[in-house]
């Protein structure tokens, strides 16, 4: 048998780009910065490929594999790269099928089948198969990026497998093709459709007499030690080529972890969804508690059955959903059953389910949540429990290793129990949660990396728990395939004859072992290939930023990206990040990507110039610096505070971009501009405005804002107060934003203060977040601006004295940016504390304030770093309050973000983030709906996109007070 292992001594990384970019493969990238990119996947293994392929039509792939078959290089296929068994990586050329190769080829609602390339990803299939009233049954936590092909590969199951089976159950057929070029299209077969086939002859004919040959060989072995409950997984599904079977060869293939074949098409079958739901929610005092129960359970036929431990609940920040946590029934463990019926059936069976779990021992109690709000939000924590139990609750990292063993259901207590000690004695911890319905639990696990002793304790461990599972009759992995994690480790669960039958398999389909070498057979150990490893010392990088949540490590800052994915996400779910990837689709524009460019450069190995790389700086160009990312990715990477440190590092001792020093500066350079307005104006709207534009790094479609006649600050210092000031004094936050280019909005928010009873105060001089030199990386300015403010703000901040911030990314930066860049300031840190926004002081400050009814409609822009730090949840009760029809929009970032919009070569990117959402939503709002948005940028966007004008949330109380006079 040749491998393919010999070609990758004899070539580098240029020849191999040169001749896929000769063999019209599509797009083709072999430089430092892709290859880094894609050095890794959602698991534990890092492998820098030599070239990476974005076919776009079907003779791209065959083009490329004829390619690397003539220079002997492997094949790597992958999807969204959110495997967490490292099949997705390797040391040859990879795949990259979901940038281009994308499409849905056919969807028949009378047969219920969709016809699909391999990237595309679930959620876009949903989307097009729910107008017919269907879905495609399963349902991976990574639907939202994860594609059909990488599904097919590891046999992706989900939360609704109870009910819909694995992805093996619901492919219908699939056209592939081997590393020898054969194209076969493959599904159920009978013995005359068999004999057919091998009677013509060819490639095609000989594969199948080869396999048909090893399947009547083996029949015994097929039927007892393959298939023997649903989620078994590990190695190859040969059971799929038994007699009584069809010999389905596209089944088998499933789960294959692309080691066989190349998925060019796949024909799936879809169902139909019940009409109605209910989520059930049922505590016990432990999980071992919980899994005891699940047998009895499965009788009430179940859509789904997931499994939460409080440590994986313990570690939830986010606002709205802890307190969607906080309500649950009081427990240690819960198990969410969903029921699918109608309507009127669904009272009654939830009621019966719940009896039925009191009949358990340790059952704390029950809830029906019927909110569909506080359902999503709760199902959000199982759906990001990979990424959440990645950071264990005092701040330890966690890995995957031994992320989704799975026994037979009625075993579930007894192995969590063997488990649970398993890991007491290694004296290991990790959160556990899962699809407890069909026993297949999910654990991240605090496994140190960095020493020789820890990588000796993980290899212990998961060879310890290999034999456990086995014990309990049950499979190394229940959805996510073996990769490197478990493919050395399946001669514990199979016998000798079960592994040969495995190695002819593959010998069958790739007898050059060009596909994905080193997973299931032969494969690579489990403790090599490491991204963290005990001889992988990052480079010494000292920060501005302290990095305290990481040990003030930036290193360990940028491992804070597992590959997860959550920024992949194109569609918009109520979350900001990542703006960017959503216009482009491109992994370098992804947070991911960012972050392993980051990580690469801490390690110098790949990336060797450390704060001086090009391919970092070019990979951060595009990001907003909107910290959506900070709220939204389920382990908290923070790209805008990342972005600000290598900046700050890239350009020291060089000359800047312009616009660093024009939007950089911009509240300083506005200053002497608001001396002369009228002139300032003038020279930005003459025909001088291109040179000027182009002078200043801004991009020549922008218009340049006009600056106020008057700044707020002169206005509000010759105004007498008025109100009675019964509240006590609230200090009004000017920012520069507002103070030069819309006074009105600070003064309508010190006629909302002034009404609800606060006797408005300003800071001596004229103060300034330093949120512009932040997000240019201009560090060192920017701390000592902020030293200047805390200064000013600080006796207010030590009495108590709430701050109130009306433009969102200055509130944001005094309440989280301020803090960081002054680590160990207390005045700081009480700054921090007193800020709050506008709806937050009134809700939370006034609760007795009686606001003005506006019997309005609005829709609703909710600033980035709004999102990020204080969420909309003051403002919507604020305008429930008033009476106002408020919808508030899934748009996620604007697209302007401050400086990043302005700037020359991010125009388009800018304008196509806005007119995902936000931008048609308000060309089709009527002409009465109010378009609320509190960010300087967003109504800026706003009003250069559109017809319509955004009113901040103080105006438009504001304009409702009886004694409101309208300012200038």
Same mark, same amino acid.
Request: hydrophobic share 40%; charged share 20%; net charge neutral.
């Given at each position: 048998?040749?491998?393919?292992?010999?070609?990758?001594?004899?070539?580098?990384?240029?020849?191999?780009?040169?001749?896929?970019?000769?063999?019209?493969?599509?797009?083709?990238?072999?430089?430092?910065?892709?290859?880094?990119?894609?050095?890794?996947?959602?698991?534990?293994?890092?492998?820098?490929?030599?070239?990476?392929?974005?076919?776009?039509?079907?003779?791209?792939?065959?083009?490329?594999?004829?390619?690397?078959?003539?220079?002997?290089?492997?094949?790597?296929?992958?999807?969204?790269?959110?495997?967490?068994?490292?099949?997705?990586?390797?040391?040859?050329?990879?795949?990259?099928?979901?940038?281009?190769?994308?499409?849905?080829?056919?969807?028949?609602?009378?047969?219920?089948?969709?016809?699909?390339?391999?990237?595309?990803?679930?959620?876009?299939?949903?989307?097009?198969?729910?107008?017919?009233?269907?879905?495609?049954?399963?349902?991976?936590?990574?639907?939202?990026?994860?594609?059909?092909?990488?599904?097919?590969?590891?046999?992706?199951?989900?939360?609704?497998?109870?009910?819909?089976?694995?992805?093996?159950?619901?492919?219908?057929?699939?056209?592939?093709?081997?590393?020898?070029?054969?194209?076969?299209?493959?599904?159920?077969?009978?013995?005359?459709?068999?004999?057919?086939?091998?009677?013509?002859?060819?490639?095609?004919?000989?594969?199948?007499?080869?396999?048909?040959?090893?399947?009547?060989?083996?029949?015994?072995?097929?039927?007892?030690?393959?298939?023997?409950?649903?989620?078994?997984?590990?190695?190859?599904?040969?059971?799929?080529?038994?007699?009584?079977?069809?010999?389905?060869?596209?089944?088998?293939?499933?789960?294959?972890?692309?080691?066989?074949?190349?998925?060019?098409?796949?024909?799936?079958?879809?169902?139909?969804?019940?009409?109605?739901?209910?989520?059930?929610?049922?505590?016990?005092?432990?999980?071992?508690?919980?899994?005891?129960?699940?047998?009895?359970?499965?009788?009430?036929?179940?859509?789904?059955?997931?499994?939460?431990?409080?440590?994986?609940?313990?570690?939830?920040?986010?606002?709205?959903?802890?307190?969607?946590?906080?309500?649950?029934?009081?427990?240690?463990?819960?198990?969410?059953?969903?029921?699918?019926?109608?309507?009127?059936?669904?009272?009654?069976?939830?009621?019966?389910?719940?009896?039925?779990?009191?009949?358990?021992?340790?059952?704390?109690?029950?809830?029906?949540?019927?909110?569909?709000?506080?359902?999503?939000?709760?199902?959000?924590?199982?759906?990001?429990?990979?990424?959440?139990?990645?950071?264990?609750?005092?701040?330890?990292?966690?890995?995957?290793?031994?992320?989704?063993?799975?026994?037979?259901?009625?075993?579930?207590?007894?192995?969590?129990?063997?488990?649970?000690?398993?890991?007491?004695?290694?004296?290991?911890?990790?959160?556990?949660?899962?699809?407890?319905?069909?026993?297949?639990?999910?654990?991240?696990?605090?496994?140190?990396?960095?020493?020789?002793?820890?990588?000796?304790?993980?290899?212990?461990?998961?060879?310890?728990?290999?034999?456990?599972?086995?014990?309990?009759?049950?499979?190394?992995?229940?959805?996510?395939?073996?990769?490197?994690?478990?493919?050395?480790?399946?001669?514990?669960?199979?016998?000798?004859?079960?592994?040969?039958?495995?190695?002819?398999?593959?010998?069958?389909?790739?007898?050059?072992?060009?596909?994905?070498?080193?997973?299931?057979?032969?494969?690579?150990?489990?403790?090599?290939?490491?991204?963290?490893?005990?001889?992988?010392?990052?480079?010494?990088?000292?920060?501005?930023?302290?990095?305290?949540?990481?040990?003030?490590?930036?290193?360990?800052?940028?491992?804070?990206?597992?590959?997860?994915?959550?920024?992949?996400?194109?569609?918009?779910?109520?979350?900001?990040?990542?703006?960017?990837?959503?216009?482009?689709?491109?992994?370098?524009?992804?947070?991911?990507?960012?972050?392993?460019?980051?990580?690469?450069?801490?390690?110098?190995?790949?990336?060797?110039?450390?704060?001086?790389?090009? !391919? /970092?700086?070019? #990979?951060?160009?595009?990001? %907003?610096?909107?910290? =959506?990312?900070?709220?939204?990715? &389920?382990? *908290?990477?923070?790209?805008?505070?990342?972005?600000?440190?290598?900046?700050?590092?890239?350009?020291?001792?060089?000359?800047?971009?312009?616009?660093?020093?024009?939007?950089?500066?911009?509240?300083?350079?506005?200053?002497?501009?608001?001396?002369?307005?009228?002139?300032?104006?003038?020279?930005?709207?003459?025909?001088?405005?291109?040179?000027?534009?182009?002078?200043?790094?801004?991009?020549?479609?922008?218009?340049?804002?006009?600056?106020?006649?008057?700044?707020?600050?002169?206005?509000?210092?010759?105004?007498?107060?008025?109100?009675?000031?019964?509240?006590?004094?609230?200090?009004?936050?000017?920012?520069?934003?507002?103070?030069?280019?819309?006074? !009105? /909005?600070?003064? #309508?928010?010190?006629?909302? %203060?002034?009404?609800? =009873?606060?006797?408005?105060?300003? &800071?001596? *001089?004229?103060?300034?977040?330093?949120?512009?030199?932040?997000?240019?990386?201009?560090?060192?300015?920017?701390?000592?601006?902020?030293?200047?403010?805390?200064?000013?703000?600080?006796?207010?901040?030590?009495?108590?004295?709430?701050?109130?911030?009306?433009?969102?990314?200055?509130?944001?930066?005094?309440?989280?940016?301020?803090?960081?860049?002054?680590?160990?300031?207390?005045?700081?840190?009480?700054?921090?504390?007193?800020?709050?926004?506008?709806?937050?002081?009134?809700?939370?400050?006034?609760?007795?304030?009686?606001?003005?009814?506006?019997?309005?409609?609005?829709?609703?822009?909710?600033?980035?770093?709004?999102?990020?730090?204080?969420?909309?949840?003051?403002?919507?009760?604020?305008?429930?309050?008033?009476?106002?029809?408020?919808?508030?929009?899934?748009?996620?970032?604007?697209?302007?973000?401050?400086?990043?919009?302005?700037?020359?070569?991010?125009?388009?990117?800018?304008?196509?983030?806005?007119?995902?959402?936000?931008?048609?939503?308000?060309?089709?709002?009527?002409?009465?709906?109010?378009?609320?948005?509190?960010?300087?940028?967003?109504?800026?966007?706003?009003?250069?996109?559109?017809?319509?004008?955004?009113?901040?949330?103080?105006?438009?109380?504001?304009?409702?007070?009886?004694?409101?006079?309208?300012?200038?």
């Amino acid at each position: 048998m040749t491998t393919t292992a010999q070609g990758l001594g004899r070539l580098d990384a240029a020849a191999v780009t040169e001749a896929l970019d000769r063999g019209n493969c599509g797009e083709v990238a072999g430089d430092t910065g892709r290859r880094a990119q894609y050095s890794a996947d959602a698991s534990n293994y890092r492998q820098v490929p030599l070239a990476v392929v974005f076919p776009r039509e079907r003779r791209h792939v065959l083009n490329a594999l004829a390619v690397c078959r003539r220079l002997g290089v492997p094949v790597t296929s992958r999807g969204a790269g959110t495997s967490t068994s490292g099949q997705a990586v390797g040391s040859g050329v990879v795949l990259d099928f979901s940038r281009h190769f994308n499409r849905l080829l056919a969807l028949d609602p009378q047969a219920r089948t969709a016809t699909v390339q391999p990237g595309i990803v679930l959620d876009d299939l949903q989307t097009a198969a729910a107008e017919h009233g269907l879905l495609f049954g399963p349902d991976p936590s990574t639907h939202s990026r994860c594609t059909l092909g990488g599904m097919i590969g590891n046999n992706a199951c989900g939360t609704h497998s109870v009910a819909w089976g694995r992805t093996a159950d619901n492919v219908v057929e699939l056209e592939v093709v081997t590393y020898r070029g054969t194209v076969v299209r493959l599904g159920e077969m009978s013995r005359a459709e068999i004999d057919e086939a091998i009677a013509a002859g060819g490639d095609r004919g000989r594969l199948i007499a080869s396999l048909y040959r090893l399947a009547q060989r083996n029949l015994a072995t097929l039927r007892t030690e393959l298939g023997r409950f649903p989620r078994q997984v590990s190695g190859y599904a040969l059971e799929h080529l038994l007699p009584e079977h069809r010999f389905n060869l596209a089944k088998a293939l499933v789960g294959s972890e692309g080691t066989l074949a190349v998925v060019l098409s796949a024909t799936v079958r879809l169902v139909s969804p019940p009409r109605a739901r209910a989520l059930v929610v049922l505590g016990f005092r432990d999980a071992c508690a919980a899994a005891d129960a699940v047998p009895a359970l499965l009788d009430h036929r179940l859509l789904a059955l997931e499994g939460l431990d409080q440590a994986l609940t313990d570690i939830v920040t986010r606002p709205e959903t802890r307190a969607a946590i906080d309500t649950l029934p009081a427990a240690r463990a819960w198990l969410f059953a969903e029921l699918g019926g109608t309507a009127d059936e669904l009272p009654r069976r939830a009621r019966e389910l719940a009896a039925a779990a009191e009949q358990a021992a340790g059952f704390t109690g029950s809830e029906v949540v019927t909110d569909p709000v506080r359902a999503r939000r709760l199902w959000r924590i199982r759906e990001d429990g990979a990424g959440l139990a990645t950071r264990l609750p005092d701040g330890s990292e966690a890995w995957p290793g031994w992320e989704d063993a799975a026994v037979p259901p009625r075993h579930l207590g007894s192995y969590l129990r063997a488990f649970t000690a398993l890991l007491e004695r290694h004296r290991l911890q990790g959160a556990v949660y899962g699809h407890f319905g069909e026993g297949c639990l999910h654990v991240r696990i605090d496994f140190d990396f960095t020493t020789e002793q820890g990588t000796a304790v993980f290899r212990a461990f998961v060879t310890d728990a290999a034999e456990l599972v086995a014990a309990h009759g049950g499979s190394l992995s229940g959805e996510h395939g073996d990769g490197q994690a478990r493919s050395e480790l399946l001669p514990l669960m199979y016998g000798p004859d079960v592994i040969a039958l495995f190695e002819q398999f593959k010998n069958i389909w790739d007898p050059d072992n060009g596909l994905n070498p080193g997973m299931i057979v032969r494969p690579l150990p489990l403790d090599g290939n490491l991204r963290v490893g005990p001889h992988r010392t990052p480079l010494p990088l000292a920060t501005v930023f302290p990095f305290h949540a990481d040990d003030g490590d930036f290193a360990k800052a940028t491992r804070r990206c597992v590959g997860v994915g959550k920024c992949r996400t194109a569609a918009h779910r109520g979350d900001v990040m990542c703006p960017s990837y959503r216009v482009t689709l491109d992994e370098k524009d992804s947070t991911r990507g960012r972050a392993r460019l980051l990580y690469e450069m801490t390690r110098g190995e790949v990336i060797t110039d450390g704060w001086r790389s090009t !391919e /970092v700086r070019d #990979a951060l160009d595009l990001c %907003l610096s909107c910290k =959506g990312c900070s709220a939204d990715c &389920p382990v *908290g990477v923070d790209m805008a505070t990342y972005k600000s440190e290598f900046l700050h590092h890239h350009y020291k001792g060089r000359i800047r971009p312009a616009s660093h020093y024009t939007m950089g500066w911009l509240p300083l350079l506005s200053r002497p501009a608001a001396r002369m307005p009228r002139l300032v104006n003038a020279l930005t709207a003459s025909r001088l405005a291109p040179l000027i534009k182009r002078l200043g790094g801004i991009a020549a479609e922008r218009e340049v804002p006009r600056f106020a006649e008057q700044t707020f600050l002169s206005w509000f210092r010759t105004r007498t107060p008025g109100g009675d000031g019964r509240r006590g004094p609230v200090v009004l936050w000017v920012d520069s934003f507002n103070n030069h280019f819309t006074p !009105e /909005v600070l003064k #309508a928010g010190v006629a909302v %203060l002034e009404h609800a =009873g606060f006797r408005v105060q300003v &800071p001596d *001089g004229t103060q300034c977040c330093g949120l512009t030199w932040i997000t240019t990386g201009q560090l060192g300015i920017a701390r000592r601006i902020a030293q200047r403010t805390v200064t000013a703000l600080a006796p207010a901040a030590r009495a108590g004295t709430p701050v109130v911030g009306l433009e969102p990314s200055c509130t944001a930066a005094l309440k989280t940016d301020l803090p960081e860049l002054l680590d160990g300031d207390a005045d700081a840190r009480a700054l921090a504390r007193a800020t709050v926004t506008l709806a937050e002081l009134l809700v939370h400050h006034a609760p007795d304030w009686q606001p003005p009814r506006i019997e309005a409609r609005s829709i609703s822009q909710t600033h980035c770093h709004q999102h990020a730090t204080s969420g909309f949840g003051a403002d919507g009760t604020l305008l429930r309050a008033m009476g106002v029809d408020n919808t508030s929009l899934d748009s996620g970032c604007c697209g302007l973000a401050g400086n990043f919009g302005f700037e020359r070569g991010h125009y388009e990117v800018s304008v196509a983030a806005g007119e995902q959402v936000l931008l048609p939503a308000v060309r089709a709002a009527s002409p009465d709906t109010v378009v609320l948005a509190d960010g300087f940028s967003c109504r800026t966007q706003i009003a250069q996109q559109t017809d319509r004008r955004g009113t901040h949330l103080a105006q438009l109380i504001a304009r409702a007070l009886p004694s409101h006079r309208p300012h200038a």
